[in-house]
């Protein structure tokens, strides 16, 4: 059956962003979707922003689109175009190399649900407001040294 079933994948906060950059995500919730329905060509995550949770740091990919649609909810979009709200309904395309870094913050008091699809890639991500690049699966500090 082409149903998945939500409550039975499941849901961490688990992330890779190493210490201090960790914190701000930490009220970010999410479920892999791909794997639960067999699904291999492409990403495709649901997640839960708690109030004051982040999606990611801000960021951009050098080789990897993303689209994100949201479900439920109210979020911020911060990007170099200043700050956008987002609501149900809405729906977000990041294309791969445009260097326009991106996040979602919760900044209301209910939860914000939202399902983000990409291809995970092998290629750089940069993340402009903090010292940290993602370059051959590791965060590393813009002099080249790894967290």
Known sequence: MPRIDLDAVPQTNATGYPPPYSNDVQGRFYRRLAPAGGITDFGASHVVLKP??????RHWHEGEDEIVVMIAGEAVLIDDNGRTPVRPGDILAFPKGDGNGHHLINESDADCVFVAVGRPSAT????????MH???GAYQRRDGTTY
Do not use: E
């Open 52 to 57: 004051g949770g982040w999606s990611s740091q």
């Open 134 to 136: 993602l370059s051959d």
């Open 124 to 131: 750089d991500c940069h993340y402009p407001d903090i010292d």
